[in-house]
């Protein structure tokens, strides 16, 4: 009798040590696609487009604003022909409600001027709202007086509806 239940606790032992060894990951990986300012001037191309650079977590990972906002921050891991519009400017605070990210730089942003605010605006904008629970972005910093703006997709397009293309005329006049 010692030697079956002997027996039968060595392969319920067995049986145990087997199947933690072929326990699969439940982690999957997900991605976001961080925004950055393309940095190739050609004939195509005069340098006002974005790039994209693919950041990757896993499924278990709380992917928060913050990380993703300090990544951009540090620019493209690439760093081919691509420059993060908002290098050195720090992020001072953020916070999520009703679905709108409010992001507080330092003074730094404030000193963005013309296309260059514009394109920061564009890259935080397009890239936080491929988190699921966001549906606007507010992007303010220390020293602002400006009301503040929520933006969205549609904050950047040219054409009257999105998702449509219209040709339009614009002349530039430099000084």
């Known amino acids: 009798m010692k030697k079956i239940v002997s027996t039968l606790l060595i392969i319920f032992m067995i049986m145990i040590m087997c199947s933690s060894c072929t326990e699969t990951s439940s982690e999957t990986t997900s991605d ?12 195509d191309n005069l340098g006002l487009t974005l790039e994209t650079e693919t950041m990757e977590y ?11 906002i300090e990544q951009m921050i540090t620019g493209p891991e690439s760093g081919a022909n691509m420059r993060s519009p908002i290098y050195k400017i720090d992020l001072v605070n953020w916070s999520v409600e009703e679905n709108i990210a409010s992001l507080t730089f330092s003074a730094g942003y404030g000193e963005l001027q013309g296309l260059e605010h514009t394109l920061a605006d564009a890259c935080i904008t397009l890239t936080l709202l491929q ?13 602002n007086d400006e009301p503040e703006e929520i933006m969205t997709e549609q904050s950047f397009s040219l054409s009257q509806e999105w998702g449509t293309e219209t040709e339009q005329e614009i002349t530039l006049y430099y000084l």
Do not use: H, R
């Open 58 to 68: 896993t499924s278990e990972e709380q992917l928060d604003i913050g990380t993703i």
């Open 131 to 143: 988190l699921d629970y966001l549906n606007g972005v507010i992007v303010t910093w220390i020293g």
């Open 32 to 43: 976001i696609q961080l925004y950055y300012v393309s940095t190739v001037f050609n004939e």
